[in-house]
């Protein structure tokens, strides 16, 4: 999978996936402290920050297998640095990342507009929530709970992730720092067009 990738492309990925590893896990306490006022439901309207390094590198690179390795990475570097689920989250960056790159996958890895990415946000949404409900006794809610907490989830993973990620994205190619990826040379034929 990572064969056709340039090494700068791993660098990115990696870098990306420490840095947000560690604001994974800085949200999880983040989440903590709001469940204890309102409950469980809280996490659901931050879920899609820990969705957010799939799409980044994604939008960047362009290339089969960014989402999930990053995601992957991610959970990784998380662990390691101490989260209390230990290496179940591993499983839980694998599931969000190929939720992530179901929707980049869906286009043959042709469309990175808002709607995708949106939608990658969603993927990761619906993927993370079915593998959430079996192993996080989500059973014990009322049916009408759970959906609230699923409805959430998607515009949490839509905004947060998709819009959130295009926003830090777009952010860092108009300074100029991602010259030499997939992304600038998209860019840059678009401006000519």
Not at 81 to 87: E, M, Q, W
């Amino acid at each position: 999978m990572l064969k056709s990738w340039k090494l700068k492309e791993v660098v990115l990925m990696s870098l990306f996936s420490v840095v947000f590893g560690i604001v994974y896990l800085l949200f999880l306490h983040v989440g903590n402290i709001w469940s204890g006022f309102i409950g469980p439901i809280a996490y659901e309207w931050i879920f899609g920050i820990w969705f957010i390094v799939s799409i980044i590198c994604m939008y960047i690179i362009r290339k089969p297998g960014a989402a999930v390795i990053s995601e992957t990475i991610a959970a990784a570097v998380e662990v390691l640095l101490g989260n209390a689920v230990g290496p179940r989250l591993i499983l839980a960056g694998v599931i969000q990342g190929l939720g992530a790159e179901a929707a980049f996958a869906a286009t043959r890895y042709r469309r990175f507009d808002l709607w995708v990415l949106m939608l990658a946000g969603v993927g990761s949404s619906v993927f993370s929530f079915i593998y959430g409900y079996f192993l996080g006794g989500f059973t014990v809610f009322s049916t009408g709970y759970v959906m609230l907490m699923f409805g959430i989830r998607i515009v949490s993973g839509a905004v947060i992730a998709g819009i959130g990620g295009k926003a830090v994205v777009d952010g860092l190619l108009a300074t100029g720092s991602l010259r030499g990826y997939a992304i600038t040379r998209v860019k840059k034929g678009e401006a000519r067009a």
